[in-house]
C-alpha cells in the first residue's frame, strides 16, 4: 500500500466517524427529547385552566388557557394530600435515620478483618437476597406483630436491606487498617472507631444510601396500601394513586369549593404529580457524582 | 484418646471465649442487625410452611393442618396456572430481549461523545426517570394513551381510531416494555460506563498503531472489556427469568387485560391479600421462589464453566 493510500484510508475513516458522531449526537438529542417531555407536559399541564387543557390536543409546550396557579392553590388546601405529605415526612425521617443506623452498625462489624463469626452472618444476610418467603407470610407476620393500620409498619420491616448493606461493607472496607490499629493502640473502642472514624470518613456512602433508602421510602405504595386501612395514615404515594389510576375525583378536589372543581379537576393531576415529584428530583443531580461506585459494588457483590 | 478430645474441647471453649473477649463489641453491634434479618426475613420462610397447610387465623401457622401439596395440585391443575406462567415469561422474555441490551448500547454511544459537558447532560437527564415513583409514571401512561390523550392525538392524526390503549389486551405488553425501559435505561447504564471508564487507554492507542478503526476497536477492546460486567448482569437476569415485579403490574392492568397482564406475582397477590386464599397463595408463590432460585444456581454454574464469571 502506497502512502498516499493510507492517508486516504484515514481521511476515509475519520470522515466516516465524523458521520456517526453527527447521528450519535442526534440520537442521544432525540433520547433526551422523549425522556423530558412527558416531565414537560405534567409540568405545564399543572399551570394550565383545567378546561382549557382538557380540550387540548397534542404536545402540551406551554400551558392551555392563561398561565394559571389553581391547581396549586387547591393542592395546597386539600387535606388528603397534606396529610399524605405530613405521613410520608414522618417515615422518611424516622425510618432513614434506623436504615442508615442499622445499615452502617452492620456494614461496620462486617468489613471488619478478625471477627470469627462474619461469614456465616454474610452467608444469613445474603441469602435472603435469593429467596424469601413470599408476601403472604410476611403480611401474616407483620399482622402477628400488630403492625397493621400503624406507620411503623412501613418503617421496621425494612430497616435493612441486603444490598446496601454490601454496598456499605464494602466502602468500609476500602478504609485503610492502619487508621483502626492505631485508634486500638490509644485504647478506642469498637463503638468510638465507628462513630468516629469509620462513619466521618465515609460522607459519600452515607450520601448514596440517604438516597437509594430515601427514593425506596418516597415512592413506597404497596405496602402501604396493604398494612394501612386508616385513610388518615395513608403517605403521599397512596393519594397520589387514588387521584392517578383510581381517578378518585372525591379524594381529588376535597378542600375545593364546588363550583371550582370541573373547572381545575384535570389540572390538579398534574399539579399533585408536580408536588410529589419534585423534592426527589431536585436533590439528585447533586449527588450524582457518587451513583457510579455504589451501583457498580452493589451489582457486582450482590 | 480421650484426653486428646477433652483438650480440644477445652482449646474450643477457650478460643470462643477469647474470640468473645475480644470482640464483645462487635457481637453487640451486630446483634440488632441479626435480629432483624431473623424477624424479618427468616420468620417468613418458616411461614411459608402454611403451603402445605390449611391455614386459619384462629389455630396460627402451628396449628393448622397439614395438607401435604394439594395446593400446589390445585394450582397446577386450575385454569391460571398456564396463563399466569405464559404471561410471565413472554413479559420476562420480551423485556430481556429489548430491555437487556438498550443500557449497553447507551453505554457505548456515551463512550464515544467527546464533549464533557454534552455526556454529562445525557446522563442527568436519563437518569431522571429512575426517581419518578412507579404511581406517577402509570398515573401519566394512563393520561398520555386514555383515547383523548396525546398517543390517541397522534394515531387520530393519521387516521385511526381513538382507543383507551390500557383497555386493549395487545397493547399491554408493548406498553409495559417500552415504559420500563423508558425508566431504566440511563441507570442500568451507570453500570458500563463504570466498566467503560475502567479500560486502558494503551489499549486504544496499541489497536491505533496497528491500523484498527472505531468500528474494530469497539469490536476487539471495548465489548471484550465490558464482557464480564455484562455476564454477571446476564446471570441475575436469567435467574429472575420468571420474576415479574406485581408493583407496575397491578397499577396497569385491569379485567379487560387480565388473559395477558396476569402474573404470577399478581396472582399471588389478588388471591391471597384480596381473596385471602392465604395458604393456597404462599404455595403458588413458594413454587415461583423456588423455581427462580433453582435458574439463578444453574445459571451461575453454567457461567463459571463457559466463562469463569460467577456470584460466588
Known sequence: MSKRDTI????KTSMSYKVFQGFNTIFLILLMIVTVYPMVHVVMASFSEGIALTSHKGLLLWPAGNPTLDAFKAVFT???????????????????????????????????????????????????????????????????????????????????????????????????????????????????????????????????MLLYYGVGIWNGWFWASVFLRNRSLFPLQLVLREILISNDVSSMTQGTSGADVAVIAESIKFATIVVATVPILSIYPFLQRYFAKGVMIGAIKG | MNVSANKKGTTLIQKVKEEWKRNKELYIMILPVVI????????????????????????????????????????????????????????????????????????????????????????????LPHFISLVVIIGLLKEFTISTGLVNDVFAFFGMDRFPLLQKPEAFRPLYIISEIWQTVGWNSIIYLAALSGIDEQLYEAARMDGANRWKQTLHITLPSIASTIIILFILR?????????????LMYNPSTYEVSDVISSYVYRSGLLDMNYSYSTAVGLFNSVMNFILLVVANKLSKRISKTSLW
Not at chain 1, 405521613?87 to 478478625?114: C, D, H, P, W
Not at chain 1, 403472604?136 to 400488630?146: R, T, V
Not at chain 2, 435467574?239 to 397491578?250: D, M, W
Open chain 1, 8 to 11: 486516504k484510508r484515514r481521511i
Open chain 1, 78 to 208: 386539600n387535606p388528603n394530600i397534606l396529610k399524605g405529605y405530613r405521613n410520608t415526612m414522618f417515615v422518611l425521617i424516622v425510618g432513614i435515620s434506623l436504615q442508615i443506623f442499622m445499615t452502617s452498625l452492620g456494614a461496620y462489624v462486617l468489613s471488619r478483618k478478625k471477627f470469627a463469626l462474619k461469614n456465616p452472618i454474610m452467608f444469613f444476610i445474603t441469602f435472603t437476597m435469593f429467596f424469601q418467603g413470599g408476601i403472604i407470610p410476611f403480611y401474616l407476620l407483620i399482622k402477628d406483630l400488630n403492625l397493621i393500620n400503624n406507620l411503623f409498619s412501613l418503617i421496621l420491616p425494612f430497616v435493612v436491606s441486603a444490598y446496601n448493606l454490601i454496598i456499605m461493607r464494602t466502602s468500609f472496607a476500602a478504609i485503610p487498617d492502619s487508621l483502626e490499629e492505631s485508634a486500638k493502640l490509644d485504647g478506642a473502642s469498637h463503638f468510638a472507631i465507628y462513630a468516629r472514624i469509620v462513619m466521618p470518613l465515609s460522607k459519600a456512602v452515607i450520601a448514596v
Open chain 2, 36 to 127: 432483624y434479618f431473623f424477624i424479618f426475613m427468616y420468620i417468613p420462610m418458616y411461614g411459608a410452611a402454611i403451603a402445605f397447610k390449611q391455614f386459619s387465623p384462629a389455630k396460627g401457622i402451628l396449628g393448622s393442618d397439614w395438607v401435604g401439596f394439594t395446593h400446589f395440585f390445585r394450582f397446577f391443575d386450575g385454569i391460571y396456572f398456564v396463563r399466569v406462567l405464559k404471561n410471565t415469561l413472554v413479559i420476562s422474555v420480551y423485556s430481556l430481549i429489548f430491555g437487556f441490551p438498550a443500557p449497553i448500547i447507551l453505554a457505548l454511544l456515551l463512550n464515544e461523545v467527546r464533549v464533557k459537558w454534552f455526556k454529562n447532560l445525557v446522563q442527568t437527564v436519563t437518569y
Open chain 2, 238 to 250: 436469567m435467574g429472575s427469568l420468571f420474576t415479574v415485579g406485581f408493583e407496575k403490574i397491578i
